[in-house]
């Protein structure tokens, strides 16, 4: 393990959502919540914590494996390191850029080419499009669909797709990758195994990982550390 | 004034190519499918210019004002029709992306901002039909035209607000969405496009001039067709109406927007 300084800090982090389908309760209820200022800290009829109590350290060039069944947690904790959505109480500190690989193909549209969704989703993404100028080769010959990169993406099978999005998300430059089961994507074993590489290559990079799956077998080969997440705790286990 | 202008620059030099390239993508996603492009951008004024002068001339003979009809009715829909497609673009931009936010950060304001771009890129193609119309109907240009372009700021600004405000509250109640439609005809009838304000009786004028749009338009009509410039005091309170307007929607757009991913 690194003894740099940590790039992502979890102090006591609590996270809560509501089962309900509607968001509102009433607008009444909103109302007043706007004027009370202070955050309820207790749950209200059909809320649960998704996260409680999480504390953690994640340090500069380590690679973190998130394993835990469904609704554990995980994307929550991804979506946090993100900054797309915020604690109920605790606070997340993140000091290093985030690549949030959980949103590959974000931003795609259907009615835009291959060539124009890269512009689109690389600058989600938080490339400049200089920058993709200068990608835009090496993304699309990653992907492997150059006689389709200007036809408009609807026309893609969903494997073509994956590739495309993927090798965008690759491209982009952070120092802390965050990825949500897509390494287990697809039949596609070609691509997954080129994909695999280019998580190798970032890892030597000294860049920090954080990746959630379902497979604990692929997980403890790459990782340095898993922390298994059930119910919204987390136990860290250490791969020697 | 230092850190807003730092803040400002840093804004820019960060987000300039993610606005860059939602413009852009609005923009062609809107008009690809289409067959008479960006013809669409004066369809709606052109048309309904041509629809309030056969009710007003023929119809329902009314003179409004000495101006020409056409003139007349045409300065009034141009920043209406801006307003209104600019309200009716942004308020799903964040719903519609909600697959975006659930996912990625970025300022969320980028996505209404985005479609009043291109709702204002086709101001820009009406206005040039605007001038074609002056030209018709030889109407002269004078200093007084040049405050057109203050009110378009002012217009721009009033937009910008509406839109955030509106956008936010279609996030926590679908409503808006289904409302909007209804909402805009009727702020449509309460601001002076196809009527004068000089037809207001008194009373009502004060209640009417609360409506931005009626000191916008009324002015664009009194400076560029008949050679008129409205008073400054005026225009300063309008001014600082817009900046205060805009500064309200966009902190509650900043506070709200912390809460997006998990409503959406």
Redesign the interface.
Known sequence: MSSDMPVIIFDDVWKK?SKSSF??RS?RE?LIKVFSFKENAGLVANEFWALKTNSFKIFKGETVGLYGPNGAGKTTIL?LI?????PNKGTVSVTKSVA?L??IG??F?F??SGK?NI??NG???G???KEIDQKLDSIIKFSGIEEFINMPIKNYSSGMYLRLAFSIAIHSEADIYLFDEILGVGEDKEFQEKCFQKVLELKEKKKTILWASHDLEMLKKFSDRIFFVNKGEITVEDIL | MTIIFKNLCEYYRKYKDLYYIFIWKEFSIRYKQTSLGVIWAVLQPLSLMGLFTVIFTYIMPVKISNVPQPVFFYAGLLPWTFFSSSMNYSISSLTNNFDLIRKIYFPREILPVSRIVVAFIDFMIASGIFVVLLAVHRIPLNWSTLYFFPLVGLLVLFTVSFSLIFTIMNVYYRDVQLAINFLLQLWFFMTPVFYSTTQIPAKYKMLVSLNPLCFIIDGMRKSVVEGLLPSWKEFSFMLCYAIVLLIISYRVFKAAERKFADVL
């Open positions: 959502y968001f509102h607008l909103d979506k993100a900054n797309v959505t915020y949030p959980i949103a974000a931003g549209h009615d835009l124009e512009y689109v600058t989600i993404l490339m400049k499009i």
